[in-house]
């Protein structure tokens, strides 16, 4: 993520951009697709048991479960910060959406032909944009920089002068 914290509107804009894309992202008409809201207690806590341990339910924003028997222990979880995965037989995964974003291979490489990865790739693309600051925000975060800065430097000019005035006091 950039240099900002996330708020409750990127957090919101990135749930809706899961909910509106994530079934075309799903290859198979058995495969259950989950977003922010529906996801089930039982398929959330067996993706983070199998490959997604570290994710906090708040932070996903969608997922696919894409076994046949509906166990979740295979599949994709996005979350907030990325995009964790388990393919069947191989080990857990995690893809970054900034990795994502820059190399457009990447999906296809590491999660082959189990997802629509075309529709992933749009949809990662979309994510990764919310968490690049508009040139407004980030003159507003310059700005804000810049005024630490001159509070600063007001404040050590401020105890030089203090420091000056005590020293001319003691030394005449």
Not at 128 to 152: G, P, R, S, W
């Amino acid at each position: 993520m950039s240099d900002f914290e996330l708020t409750d509107e990127r957090l919101q804009k990135k749930r809706d951009i899961v909910k509106r894309g994530i079934d075309s992202c799903a290859r198979y008409s058995t495969d259950r697709v989950y977003f922010y809201g529906n996801l089930t207690d039982k398929a959330f806590f067996a993706a983070k048991q199998s490959y997604a341990g570290k994710v906090n339910r708040e932070m996903v924003l969608g997922m696919i479960d894409n076994t046949i028997t509906g166990s979740a222990k295979n599949g994709l979880l996005l979350a907030v910060d990325g995009i964790y995965y388990k393919r069947m037989l191989e080990s857990p995964g995690y893809i970054s959406y900034a990795d994502a974003a820059e190399n457009e291979k990447l999906l296809k490489m590491k999660l082959g032909d189990d997802f629509m990865i075309n529709n992933l790739n749009k949809m990662v693309k979309e994510i990764h944009a919310v968490d690049n600051l508009t040139l407004n925000e980030f003159l507003e975060k310059a700005n804000e920089k810049v005024i630490n800065i001159d509070k600063t430097i007001d404040s050590v000019n401020e105890v030089f002068t203090t420091a000056q005035g005590l020293f001319n006091k003691w030394f005449k």
